[in-house]
């Protein structure tokens, strides 16, 4: 049995101290993927206390089934998408392109996003690059690069199908690719 097992069965037991380990485990992932698609901190903290309440009352259903990650990280995008879904705002960027364009087999393209990430003035362009993307792609890549969740594991969380999150990632890293360049010259 798994930490995150014996984590849920505590809670399920009300032992004292164990939706706080719990929370304590898992804030990170969730505030990772809250604030990437709401973008704003005072929203992100109110949907992330929402989506503990959520947890805390349905944990129940919870069927060890998945990832206990990729469980919470489905309420968690479903919570802050039903947020943004609220205020209308939009999801994804329009591409003229996305009809006809066959789903990338693979993402790598050449441009290391970790290594690109190594120094702290990078750091800084790259997080700025981050926060430029598309609601979709700032969220796929926060659970790929910083999260580093596999492909199978975001296409649950966000039921897209993996075809669809590799497109996104290539396109994202694409961009990213193309907004470092022009901030700090050719990339070695």
């Known amino acids: 049995m798994n930490d995150d097992q014996t984590l849920v069965r505590a809670v399920l037991a009300g ?7 719990m929370v304590a485990r898992h804030q990170r992932l ?7 698609i709401v973008q704003h901190p005072e929203d992100a903290r109110e949907i992330c206390q929402d989506v503990f309440l959520r947890v805390h009352r349905c944990l129940h259903q919870y069927r060890f089934e998945s990832a206990f990650s990729t469980w919470i990280g489905r309420i968690a995008y ?16 329009a591409s003229e392109d996305d ?8 993402v790598e393209d050449g441009f290391d996003l970790e290594a690109s990430c190594a120094d702290a003035e990078v750091m800084v362009h790259m997080s700025a690059a981050i926060e430029c993307l598309p609601q979709i792609q700032r969220t796929l890549v926060t659970l790929y690069h910083l999260e580093e969740m596999g492909i199978a594991e975001i296409a649950e969380i966000t039921q897209l199908p993996a ?4 497109n996104y990632l290539f396109r994202a890293r694409q961009r990213l690719k193309q907004q470092l360049e022009q901030r700090l010259g050719e990339l070695a």
């Open 99 to 106: 009809g006809d364009e066959q789903p990338l087999d693979r």
């Open 163 to 166: 075809g669809t999150v590799k």
């Open 30 to 36: 969730v505030w990772h993927l809250v604030y990437r």
């Open 15 to 21: 032992q004292s101290g164990a939706f706080e380990r």
């Open 78 to 93: 479903t919570v802050a998408m039903r947020f943004m879904q609220k205020k209308r705002l939009p999801m994804a960027e």
